[in-house]
């Protein structure tokens, strides 16, 4: 993996730039197209928009692509490559990575600012890192064509070399030459048909790095001076120091320094070991604050109250009031969730060294402007001087996409304070009680079926935290007071779609808990809601779950071609061992259709997930292997929250605090997962957050299909 952190960003921004040998070629999507994220464009010129993100040809015949995302074990260090050596006819062999630095140029662009998260990143980039490549070989042949003295149109490229009859050069011969020439003003780009690469299996360029131990983590950074913090946070959310004793810390052999921030006490060490000792060693006082008396219980109850209540009004059509009376029968239900943490297996850490006019910041995150802009505001710097070295994230979830920039906030004011260089290090159960979850929700639902068992009418209250409110992406996802992501998957539904007379009403109570964003956002609730509420509505008119979705999703062809292939992949209707049962959910996020199948038996009282079958439309696919992996890792993530995670709240503080109580997917847990990728020309959705939403319906599902128990609440638990 080839270094480029000394490589400056005043460099790379002159488009064309040599930049020790080679050719550099900048890209962007502009403005205009920001909500138009990439249908396949067809083979017609494509207008070359100012530079912004870049790619280098070496004279060694490398080919370096700068990513404007983190890489988190979702596949993009691998599949943004595949873009633009596919149109570059490189040799995938010679193609290497490198994250970029933090600058306003690689801003996303549906959110305005550097980020992962949402499952963009292959969509967002599918256009402008083909324009790269397809740009870096416009020029390659340019130059091997004056070389030759022949025209362009008799050159080809193939495996990173220009060939014209007896002719051959290798792009590294070509790239100080291809450097000096004009950048095209359109491109033509490959029409699909012609691709080799994309839509491929391809294995991912970072397993090598991650294999041999040189890919580098966040916790992974050191250099000579650096200290290690540990930091004492308050055990309830908005309490604070009233005083301190720091003697017996200071006695712990290593601790060089115990300060007052902003998030609580510090303990700087010589290493981690001796941080710990030391925080544990503190002596800390704290004002309680108003969040003393949270309890989940009563949250709960709270909850339950405001959903019998008016709430803000996220969908609605036809009297749904007035249907409900003339209902041949009626389903009422409560559906919940509770809070949820990320749990990533690398825990929050930033390392941070500040100079006289610089600040450096080494992190695993999700969030690079906002991360930037918080640092220079707290070290009154400019934006530009402060440089975010964006490492590999070990497990992200949203967790590392922190509004507020929490752990690197935190790490920065340490750094300050201790003047001298300092990685603040959380551990797991700093990480487990640190705040930002998945927040808990309630649903309540009563839905009015004819005299034949469809619905015709639906009422629906959404209770829960707002993720958005006070974010930067509140101005774009909240409108009238509606968080899109606590509704998305309700309001939107194709089953709603059907019923002509409905309503969802959202409330967002505040609780003093911090929420976040969490693998599928929304989706994690509304799936298993929306899933189990059809599934009941099916057997209650002792319909096959499969065949009264159908009829349900007539319209939706795309939800109806995963749902036909899943069934008919898993072998939906035909005979299992004794003791097991099948369980069916489809769903739709991010832009990508999926359905599950999940054979299920119960073992000594406890859930047992045999197989699931996964299908998914996706659009157009860039690496098979890839979405094949992300669907696994999904249905491993999902599984979790499905039968073990929840964080529980007593007398203000978080019950839970390790994975021995804040239980994940086990390994010998883990069911045979098989994923049938659908072959389409749509444009592409996500990968990396969809596979986790509908695992939870299809298993409650499976488990009222064989026990005839209905398990509206996550995590799932059978009756005695």
């Known amino acids: 993996m080839n270094d480029l952190s000394n490589t400056s960003r005043r460099d790379f921004l002159k488009t064309g730039a040599l930049v020790g040998g080679g050719l550099v070629i900048g890209f962007t999507v502009p403005a205009a197209n920001r909500f138009a994220h990439a249908a396949s464009p067809p083979p017609a010129p494509a207008a070359l928009p100012p530079a912004n993100a870049f790619l280098r040809v070496g004279s060694d015949d490398s080919v370096t692509v700068l990513l404007a995302h983190s890489e988190m074990g979702q596949g993009i260090w691998t599949a943004l490559p595949m873009l633009i050596a596919e149109e ?72 990173g070399v220009v060939s014209s009859g007896a002719h051959r050069a290798r792009f590294g011969e070509l790239a100080d030459a291809a450097n000096a020439l004009p950048a095209p003003k359109t491109v033509a780009l490959k029409d699909p048909k012609d691709w080799k690469l994309i ?35 308050p055990p309830v959310f908005g309490a604070s120091v009233k005083s301190f004793d720091a003697t017996r810390a200071k006695a712990i052999p290593g601790v060089r320094q115990v300060l007052q921030v902003p998030s609580g006490i510090a303990v700087v060490a010589d290493h981690f070991w001796a941080a710990k000792l030391g925080r544990d060693a503190l002596v800390v006082n704290w ?24 709430g803000l009004r996220a969908a609605k059509a036809g009297d749904s009031g007035r249907a409900l009376k003339k209902a041949a029968r009626t389903l009422q239900a409560d559906y919940s969730v509770p809070y949820l943490a990320h749990a990533p297996m690398e825990p929050m850490n930033a390392t941070v060294r500040i100079g006289r006019d610089s600040c450096e910041v080494w992190a695993g995150t999700q969030f690079q402007t906002l991360d930037q802009m918080v640092a220079a505001q707290i070290t009154g710097l400019k934006p530009e001087q402060v440089q975010i070295h964006t490492m590999f994230l070990g497990g992200g979830f949203g967790r590392r996409a922190t509004p507020t920039s929490d752990f ?61 409110a006070g974010t930067p992406m509140e101005p774009l996802m909240v409108k009238d007071g509606i968080d899109a992501t606590s509704v998305e998957g309700v309001s939107d539904s194709p089953y709603l779609k059907e019923v002509k007379a409905h309503t969802v009403e959202l409330h967002s109570p505040q609780t003093g808990i911090p929420v976040l964003w969490w693998r599928s956002v929304g989706h994690s609730h509304t799936a298993f809601v929306m899933e189990g509420l059809i599934d009941e509505l099916a057997l209650s008119a002792q319909q096959d779950p499969v065949a009264y979705r159908r009829a349900l999703l007539q319209k939706h062809p795309r939800h109806l071609g995963v749902l036909d292939l899943a069934a008919r992949k898993s072998g939906w209707g035909s005979p299992l061992p004794a003791g097991r049962a099948r369980g069916v959910a489809v769903h739709e996020s991010f832009g990508s259709t999926i359905a599950q199948v999940a054979e299920v038996s119960v073992q000594d009282g406890r859930i047992r997930v045999h197989r699931v079958t996964c299908a998914i439309d996706c659009g157009i696919v860039v690496n098979p292997a890839g979405v094949e992996a992300q669907m696994e890792s999904g249905i491993a993530f999902g599984l979790g929250a499905a039968l073990h995670s929840r964080l529980e709240f007593r007398d203000g503080r978080v ?46 599902n499976a488990i009222a299909a064989l026990t005839g128990q209905r398990l509206r609440e996550l995590p799932l638990q059978l009756s005695a």
């Open 408 to 468: 690197v906030s935190e790490a920065v004011h340490v750094a300050k304070a201790a003047g001298r260089p300092v990685k603040t290090v959380w551990t797991r159960e700093d990480d487990v009680r640190g705040g930002y979850y998945r927040p808990a929700y309630l649903h309540r639902v009563s839905i009015g079926v004819d005299a034949k068992g469809w619905p015709m009418a639906w009422q629906h209250a959404v209770v829960g935290q707002s993720i958005l």
């Open 655 to 700: 019950q839970q605090s390790n994975f021995h109580d804040f239980q994940v997917l086990r390994l010998d847990e883990m069911p045979q997962v098989d994923v049938h990728i659908v072959s389409s020309t749509e444009k592409p959705g996500g990968v990396g957050e969809p596979g986790a939403a509908p695992i939870a319906p299809a298993v409650a």
């Open 199 to 233: 839509g491929k299996a391809t294995r991912r360029l970072d397993t090598p790095e991650k294999i041999t131990g040189r890919a580098e983590f966040g916790m992974d950074v050191r250099f000579d001076g650096l200290l290690t913090a540990v930091v004492a946070r």
């Open 287 to 310: 004002n309680p604050g108003p969040n003393a008396a949270l309890d989940s219980k009563a949250l709960k109850a709270e909850f339950g109250r405001l959903a019998d209540t008016r």
């Open 88 to 159: 570059l006819d490189a040799d995938w062999s010679r193609v290497r990575v490198a994250h970029a630095p933090a600058a306003p140029v690689y801003a996303h662009i549906m959110f305005g600012m550097q980020m992962t998260g949402g499952s963009s990143s292959t969509w967002s980039e599918f256009e402008r890192y083909r324009q790269a490549g397809a740009t870096a070989r416009v020029l390659l042949v340019q130059a091997a064509a004056q070389r030759w003295g022949v025209k362009p149109a008799d050159c080809r490229v193939d495996q």
